[in-house]
């Protein structure tokens, strides 16, 4: 083999693997989510659905929230093939059947001529998908996220701030430290135990917001998160966790620290006026989550056509209101 020929070879394969990792960013999937939610706001529901459709094909690890989404507007369009397509693939990434049942705008699948067949190749498709899980990892985190509640707990029985302040910083505090000590070695030899990696989005962003708003005087002082946050910020360009639980973990340190009065990404806190708004629109976008203007738009689709969009609940219930208006 010539050197010229070795050159070119080696030249294609640094182009391939480039073209990689550009593919694995997560912040461009997101960013093509976000487009994908502005056709829905516009009624281009078709549109949507073929845009969701290019980008599981793009990316080797798809958000179980994406395809359910896909689904719904499929359905919603009486595009039963792509519905069936798609929740097909979703067993690919932890749907289950159990849910799909709970599901009643999923239930008109079932009268489908292909259900049948759909149901038979759910066992070896759910298989690849608790194959890809490292479940002594899930395991480890389980128990430090049950660990985390009843420690938390203690906090909730205390009576009066000052008793549950001096609760969270004497009690607490040192469990939680040694909880990021555990979470940190974690992230350095497997990533951010979320979605990707373990199958759940909760319990490790549940342990860092209950580190994040253990008291003003502790958190402000705090070092630890600081020295994690890369990690997290990294671990969401690889797809290992989401922008809703990075917005809610960052939340809940800005929360925490200025009486739920400020915030960050909007998900905790007040938004006292537009000039903060356009700032916390900023931060959404540099981390792939979608305008809190779109958010409100697609409740209002939801409420419009019946179809169930999967935005964060819980802490956001509703649409974000901006408190001058």
């Given at each position: 083999?010539?050197?010229?020929?070795?050159?070119?070879?080696?030249?294609?394969?640094?182009?391939?693997?480039?073209?990689?990792?550009?593919?694995?960013?997560?912040?461009?999937?997101?960013?093509?989510?976000?487009?994908?939610?502005?056709?829905?706001?516009?009624?281009?529901?078709?549109s949507a659905?073929?845009?969701?459709?290019?980008?599981?094909?793009?990316?080797?690890?798809?958000?179980?929230?994406?395809?359910?989404?896909?689904?719904?507007?499929?359905?919603?369009?009486?595009?039963?093939?792509?519905?069936?397509?798609?929740?097909?693939?979703?067993?690919?990434?932890?749907?289950?059947?159990?849910?799909?049942?709970?599901?009643?705008?999923?239930?008109?699948?079932?009268?489908?001529?292909?259900?049948?067949?759909?149901i038979?190749?759910?066992?070896?498709?759910?298989?690849?998908?608790?194959?890809?899980?490292?479940?002594?990892?899930?395991?480890?985190?389980?128990?430090?996220?049950?660990?985390d509640?009843?420690?938390?707990?203690?906090?909730?029985?205390?009576?009066?701030?000052?008793s549950?302040?001096?609760?969270?910083?004497?009690?607490?505090?040192?469990?939680?430290?040694?909880?990021?000590?555990?979470?940190?070695?974690?992230?350095?030899?497997?990533?951010?135990?979320?979605?990707?990696?373990?199958?759940?989005?909760?319990?490790?962003?549940?342990?860092?917001?209950?580190?994040?708003?253990?008291?003003?005087?502790?958190?402000?002082?705090?070092?630890?998160?600081?020295?994690?946050?890369?990690?997290?910020?990294?671990?969401?360009?690889?797809?290992?966790?989401?922008?809703?639980?990075?917005a809610?973990?960052?939340?809940?340190?800005?929360?925490?620290?200025?009486d739920?009065?400020?915030?960050?990404y909007?998900?905790?806190?007040?938004?006292?006026?537009?000039?903060?708004?356009?700032?916390?629109?900023?931060?959404?976008?540099?981390?792939?989550?979608?305008?809190?203007?779109?958010?409100?738009?697609?409740?209002?689709?939801e409420?419009?056509?019946?179809?169930?969009?999967?935005?964060?609940?819980?802490?956001?219930n509703?649409?974000?209101?901006?408190?001058?208006?």
């Amino acid at each position: 083999m010539t050197k010229f020929s070795l050159s070119i070879i080696l030249m294609c394969y640094l182009l391939v693997s480039i073209k990689s990792y550009a593919q694995k960013n997560y912040l461009n999937y997101h960013s093509k989510v976000i487009e994908c939610e502005q056709l829905i706001v516009e009624g281009k529901y078709t549109s949507a659905t073929n845009m969701f459709d290019s980008l599981f094909k793009e990316f080797d690890f798809l958000f179980l929230r994406d395809i359910k989404i896909a689904t719904e507007l499929s359905i919603f369009q009486k595009d039963y093939k792509s519905a069936l397509k798609f929740i097909k693939l979703g067993f690919k990434y932890g749907w289950t059947i159990e849910s799909i049942n709970k599901n009643d705008r999923l239930q008109f699948l079932k009268e489908q001529q292909e259900w049948p067949q759909i149901i038979a190749a759910y066992d070896s498709i759910h298989k690849i998908y608790s194959s890809r899980l490292n479940l002594q990892l899930k395991e480890q985190v389980y128990e430090m996220f049950k660990k985390d509640q009843k420690k938390a707990l203690g906090a909730f029985l205390r009576i009066g701030q000052k008793s549950k302040r001096k609760y969270s910083e004497n009690k607490f505090a040192p469990h939680s430290e040694r909880q990021m000590e555990k979470l940190e070695a974690i992230l350095n030899e497997y990533g951010y135990p979320g979605e990707r990696l373990i199958g759940n989005n909760v319990w490790c962003s549940v342990i860092l917001s209950h580190h994040n708003s253990i008291s003003v005087s502790y958190n402000s002082k705090d070092t630890i998160y600081t020295q994690l946050k890369p990690k997290l910020l990294n671990a969401l360009k690889k797809g290992e966790i989401s922008p809703y639980e990075f917005a809610q973990i960052e939340d809940w340190q800005i929360a925490a620290l200025n009486d739920h009065k400020l915030t960050s990404y909007g998900f905790l806190g007040t938004i006292p006026d537009d000039i903060i708004l356009e700032t916390i629109n900023k931060n959404r976008a540099n981390i792939g989550l979608r305008s809190i203007e779109l958010r409100n738009n697609l409740i209002d689709v939801e409420n419009k056509i019946g179809i169930n969009l999967y935005l964060p609940k819980g802490w956001q219930n509703g649409k974000i209101i901006i408190k001058e208006k």
